[in-house]
């Protein structure tokens, strides 16, 4: 089945503790990104990979690193957590061909707790 | 940057109304405008999009319109039915840096019975 996991789907954290999102797809997607989701504020792109060891920042990429190793993996590291990055997060994948983006594949989500 | 508004916020239609929902945008540059459904507990998903070469695309009971003078972008859903309740997003992207997405703020569309 084609799909998008990430992983945990839930975690409580403490401010400061080190934490990463495994993402990861099985359609040989090239593009991959990561977005936050807020009360009001619909989807805000944190990063975007266009293929692997390309990596580029969204629009909120403070607090947030990425690493693109291999092309089915998009991991979301938080160095040093804060409360502010308590919200809903979802990965997404799309096949690209040229400059033209094809459908995206969001994850399951992941919420994040930060105390 | 872009920026993506999208109204109404709630929207309550009776089922078998159609439904509309609107984005404007402000980057004269986006040139891909997808729509989103996201149903409670998951991931969004992609119900249709337009390209800029094109003004009108349908998909059975969903269409979307797309007039680039005035930049804005509308979701028609005729016939709604009660499992068109979510809550939908509107997106813009452009196509010289289209790998950069922004979103509507959603809104959230309830069909009673």
């Known amino acids: 089945e084609a799909q998008v996991t990430q992983n945990p789907r839930y975690l409580i954290t403490v401010t400061g503790k080190k934490l990463t999102v495994t993402c990861s797809q099985n359609?040989?997607?090239?593009?991959m990104s990561w977005y936050r989701q807020d009360p009001g504020l619909g989807l805000r792109q944190i990063y975007y990979?266009?293929?692997?060891?390309?990596?580029d920042k969204g629009d909120v990429p403070e607090g947030y690193k990425v690493s693109r190793k291999e092309k089915r993996n998009f991991p979301l590291i938080l160095e040093s957590p804060s409360p502010n990055q308590t919200s809903l997060y979802f990965c997404?994948?799309?096949?690209?061909?040229?400059?033209?983006?094809?459908?995206?594949?969001f994850g399951p989500g992941t919420r994040l707790l930060v105390l | 940057g872009e920026n993506v508004e999208q109204h109404p916020s709630t929207l309550s239609v009776q089922e078998g109304d159609s439904a509309v929902i609107k984005c404007t945008y402000s980057?004269?540059?986006?040139?891909?405008f997808p729509w989103y459904k996201q149903e409670l507990g998951k991931g969004p998903q992609l119900i249709i999009d337009i390209r800029s070469n094109v003004g009108e695309k349908k998909d059975q009971r969903i269409a979307v319109t797309l007039n680039k003078t005035a930049k804005h972008f509308s979701l028609h859903i005729t016939e709604t039915q009660p499992e068109d309740s979510a809550v939908y997003f509107c997106a813009a992207s452009r196509g010289d840096n289209f790998n950069k997405f922004y979103f509507g703020s959603g809104t959230k569309l309830n069909v009673k019975p």
């Open positions: 359609m040989n997607h090239e593009y």
């Open positions: 997404a994948s799309s096949l690209t061909s040229g400059s033209r983006m094809e459908t995206q594949y």
């Open positions: 980057d004269s540059a986006s040139n891909y």
């Open positions: 990979s266009m293929n692997v060891e390309v990596t």
